[in-house]
């Protein structure tokens, strides 16, 4: 493994790393944040409303937040274990320019393009 390889692992490993301490954070407080609203008494309809607007917006943000972090965690996991880098679909290098980009890409562009397809299908009527 050349320097500049070495170099990247370790920004890639340091930007995992700052993103898996801002995920936990933000879910920490995402659930604390749920516990107080479920403490809070709001009385009419339009407070209702508005507290159930809130709080789908917040649990969709948090169910993102937590794939996520599975995603940080599994990219931080391959990195320990030699296999961080490589597309796992087809197994091919992915860029240093994406991981830069999204150090926790599992898919190389290619891939991610058919999985993302195949999501929208799926989710077509």
Known sequence: MDIDTQNHLKVLRDLLEYRLHD??????????????????GMSDCKDQAEREQTSALAEAEEQRD???????ERALSRLDHGGYGDCLECGTPIPIKRLLAQPAAELCVACQQVQEHKNAVARAP
């Open 23 to 40: 995920l936990r954070s933000d879910i920490r407080s995402a659930e604390s944040a749920r516990r107080g609203a479920a403490l809070s």
């Open 66 to 72: 937590w794939g996520e972090l599975a995603r940080v």
